[in-house]
């Protein structure tokens, strides 16, 4: 009968922790993501969407710049999943890699603006747990886990228009 007992107030344990987690993000990191998307927000109506689109097509036109710079730039002004339009810029070969790309800088890009990709936010902050637990720094980390995830973002991003193009031209698709 103890066993049941024990059951039963470690199954409600598990629950008042789950909710004392929720608690501790609801109120720790929703008012960061508002505060940022209201920023971010402020920030595209005060500069023009038409101008952030026209700095969209020029990094679009460098393979460098498409592949590091592009999906950064548009991640952080539209955030996930708008900023998957931004492929309209570029020419069909290159949306496989952008979208490569994307994916491989969503989660890193997050560790420093939490905005862009609020679903992979919880990845992170348990990764920032850990490592303030063993006491290091965090936000070095964070630029390590960014750089890191924009030099990935540019080689898959490229080799994924280049195997797209060999798919393609086997298939007889114009790219």
Do not use: C
């Not at 460098?62 to 996930?80: C, D, E, T």
């Amino acid at each position: 009968m103890s066993f049941v007992v024990d059951f039963a107030e470690q199954f409600m344990g598990f629950f008042e922790f789950v909710g004392d987690t929720f608690v501790g993000m609801f109120t720790g990191i929703v008012p960061i993501l508002v505060g940022m998307l209201t920023l971010i927000q402020f920030i595209v109506n005060l500069v023009g969407e038409s101008r952030i689109e026209k700095m969209g097509q020029f990094l679009a036109k460098s393979s460098l710049l498409k592949y590091s710079i592009f999906p950064i730039f548009a991640g952080f002004f539209l955030g996930n999943p708008a900023s998957i339009t931004m492929g309209r810029f570029l020419p069909e070969k290159s949306k496989p890699g952008l979208m490569e790309a994307m994916f491989r800088n969503g989660h890193p890009l997050t560790s420093l603006f939490p905005h862009t990709n609020p679903a992979e936010l919880f990845v992170w902050l348990g990764v920032a747990q850990g490592i303030e637990a063993l006491g290091l720094p965090v936000g070095a980390l964070a630029i390590r886990y960014v750089i890191t995830g924009i030099v990935v973002g540019v080689i898959s991003g490229i080799i994924t228009e280049i195997v797209f193009t060999i798919i393609s031209r086997r298939n007889n698709y114009e790219v």
